[in-house]
């Protein structure tokens, strides 16, 4: 999964512009991409190449809706 996930990336670099979102940060990639550390740093090195990287912290808003749907 991981090496397709690489070739996505790599075949996409510097054509496209992408979008990807995640919960995991930057540092904690490695384990979503069965541990390999090498290949990690080559698809983080494109994906990040003249990025914009939003840090977006808070409560999740599916969690809110469903504590709300919960209590009502």
Known sequence: MASLFFRLVSYRYGRVAMIITTNKSIRDWTEPLTGDEVLATA??????????????????????DLEEALKG
């Open 43 to 64: 698809i983080l090195d494109r994906l990040l190449h003249r990025a914009h990287v939003l840090n977006i912290k808070g409560r999740s808003y599916r969690l809110r």
